[in-house]
């Protein structure tokens, strides 16, 4: 059996606490199929938006909510999806770490722990090796902030 585990946690500061809210309530996110939208609104107005889930199916349109996010926020947003066998002890058999500036969204793999246990895994151990393979596909906001992380990426 695989559990689909989901995670975003974002402080949300001055003005935009009010614009989002009031500009979700008005726009489709798919996050409302858990959350209500009156909940939603509530945690953003507070300043900290905080979702957890697991299910045994994936969520459908997930990265959908980042591209609504993002939108109207001036800073990247960023979530987790990862994948794990459950056995005796859960094994991760896939993590992504979903980033989104201004309603664009990228998705990377991130690299497992040899333990391939959920709390071990770094969230910013990202595939290099993926990333550099598609390189070309990303928007340069990501390809920038890779650059700014990992300097030998500027001979790409």
Request: aromatic share 10%; charged share 30%; proline share 8%.
């Amino acid at each position: 059996m695989i559990c689909h585990r989901y995670h975003i946690d974002r402080k949300i500061s001055g003005p935009e606490r009010y614009h989002l809210a009031e500009a979700l309530e008005d726009e489709y996110i798919p996050l409302t199929a858990q959350v209500p939208i009156w909940e939603l609104a509530e945690k953003i107005r507070a300043g900290h938006f905080h979702f957890e889930h697991e299910s045994d199916e994936p969520l459908e349109e997930f990265d959908r909510n980042f591209e609504a996010l993002s939108a109207y926020l001036p800073q990247i947003v960023k979530g987790f999806h990862a994948q794990e066998r459950i056995e005796e002890t859960p094994r991760l058999i896939e993590a992504r770490k979903i980033l989104a500036r201004r309603g664009e969204v990228v998705s990377i793999p991130l690299r497992l722990p040899p333990s391939r246990l959920l709390n071990d895994l770094d969230p910013d151990a990202e595939d290099i090796g993926h990333i550099e393979s598609v390189w070309a596909e990303y928007p340069l906001w990501f390809q920038d902030g890779m650059r700014r992380k990992f300097p030998y990426l500027r001979r790409l």
